[in-house]
């Protein structure tokens, strides 16, 4: 498997995938904790969140960060924040039980910096529409746990 390396590239957008441990549908349950986790990230990183959907067991959303190197940490610090206020009682693994992990996440997330409009418009119509796609609703804007209603 080739090393992954990830762009950092100043001004430039991201859109993030956050997934949530063996797809646990936890998130919306638990919508105030996640807003709160974001609010306390942006009192440690400057980013803007230029769309953002959040689906039962994982989230899409595009930021522009102040500082490109920064947003792992920013996503870092989501997953964390969150974690701390959330717990399942879910069987894990002895790394996560060590070191007093909750399984709230899955370890990695999907990142692709975006690269011109054209990216961004693909992206923002991807997330739009990905509440229908997972058959939540037939009208992206009555999902009421994203950006686009």
């Known amino acids: 498997m080739a090393d992954y390396k990830r ?6 957008s991201y859109y993030l995938t956050i997934v949530a441990h063996r797809r646990n549908p936890i ?6 904790a996640l807003r709160e986790s974001f609010r306390q990230s942006k009192q440690y990183y400057r980013y803007s969140i230029d769309a953002i959907v959040v689906l039962p067991d994982h989230l899409h959303m595009i930021i522009t960060p102040k ?3 920064e947003y792992p ?18 069987e894990q693994s002895m790394a996560r039980h060590k070191k007093g992990m909750n399984p709230i996440w899955q370890k990695r997330y999907y990142e692709h910096t975006i690269r011109d ?9 991807y997330m739009k529409n990905n509440p229908i796609k997972h ?8 999902w009421k746990y994203s950006s686009f209603t």
């Not at 762009?7 to 430039?12: R, S, V």
């Not at 998130?27 to 105030?32: G, K, M, Q």
């Not at 058959?135 to 009555?142: I, Q």
């Open 117 to 125: 409009e054209k990216d961004y418009l693909r992206c923002l119509e």
């Open 73 to 90: 940490k920013i996503v870092r610090a989501i997953k964390y924040n969150f974690s701390i206020k959330v717990t399942q009682e879910e």
């Open 7 to 12: 762009l950092f590239l100043e001004g430039h």
């Open 67 to 69: 500082q490109a190197k």
């Open 135 to 142: 058959e939540l609703v037939e009208n992206p804007k009555e």
């Open 27 to 32: 998130l919306i349950d638990n919508i105030e």
